[in-house]
């Protein structure tokens, strides 16, 4: 299992990364920057900048800017997902092309490119799922400190597996916000009073309106993290040359070994009693 590395690289770009230059090429992709930006943007306006005494949009009733935020959040959503659709397309027919398989499913196309490049059979792919992950771990246990690595040195810097780290930022980004709201003139009173001029069908609106808006609002910065993570991963990999080693690689293949391992089926007793039965009728 010494070359899993390069297998696990070679899976990972034919079937999960398109390329850079795809990637810039692709419309759907500004499409979604766009559509990041609008939604960061209208954010700001409609609950930052509305929170001052001087804007001019303080007018604006506090659920249609709500509403206001929450489509530019599902229009945000929506262009991520209309580029993972065209990345999907994209590396399902470059499959196909390369494998000389049209109409192939992408299931059938990674379990050939799996038995291609590891020269085993489907049936073998939950076995070499196994030597791969204890090689893995075996390899960062015994892992030499003085590797200089380009993603060795960016990984003091920022490394995926400090995504929980992230997410505990920003929690205390949003407590320290509330603090300074709080010591700004904020206060429960103030809270109160605001939901006091709300009927309770608007007040019950306002609330879900509020949890559809932290809802999705979790789902982006999720996608965003990921998306960013996965592209230092790749690109760090990929300036390494034949030294690069990425986790999230040998993960994907072993993921995909698991999903992709044919099972032997075993005829039951019955089964052999009758066809040794047939067997001896016969002879």
């Not at 709500?66 to 499959?95: D, H, M, N, P």
């Not at 700004?184 to 006091?196: D, E, R, T």
């Not at 996965?230 to 760090?236: C, G």
Request: hydrophobic residues 45%; proline residues 2%; positive net charge.
């Amino acid at each position: 299992m010494a070359n899993y590395r390069n297998v696990a690289r070679v899976y990972y770009n034919a079937f999960e990364w398109p390329g850079w230059r795809h990637i810039l090429r692709s419309w759907a992709f500004w499409f979604f920057l766009a559509s990041l930006a609008i939604f960061i943007y209208t954010f700001f306006i409609l609950s930052v900048e509305a929170s001052t005494k001087l804007s001019r949009i303080r007018h604006i009733p506090h659920n249609e800017r709500l509403l206001i935020i929450i489509a530019t959040e599902i229009l945000c959503l929506g262009s991520w997902f209309v580029f993972q659709f065209k990345k999907y397309t994209y590396l399902l027919k470059r499959a196909q092309r390369s494998q000389d398989l049209r109409d192939a499913p992408l299931r059938l196309l990674k379990r050939h490119a799996l038995s291609t490049y590891l020269q085993v059979r489907s049936t073998e792919f939950a076995d070499i799922a196994k030597k791969i992950g204890a090689a893995a771990a075996l390899e960062q246990s015994v892992a030499d400190p003085r590797d200089y690595s380009l993603r060795a040195i960016l990984g003091y810097i920022y490394s995926p597996d400090s995504k929980p780290r992230i997410y505990t930022l920003l929690g205390a980004l949003i407590a320290i916000i509330t603090a300074l709201s709080i010591k700004n003139g904020a206060s429960l009173a103030g809270i109160k009073n605001w939901y006091s001029g709300y009927s309770a069908l608007a007040l019950l609106l306002t609330d879900f309106l509020i949890s559809i808006l932290i809802g999705l609002l979790f789902v982006i910065v999720k996608h965003a993290i990921s998306f960013i993570t996965i592209s230092i991963d790749v690109f760090t990999t990929q300036m390494d040359g034949k030294r690069g080693e990425s986790q999230h690689m040998t993960n994907y293949l072993i993921r995909d070994l698991l999903r992709l391992h044919t099972a032997i089926h075993l005829k039951s007793p019955a089964h052999v009693t009758s066809d040794r039965g047939n067997k001896r009728a016969q002879a």
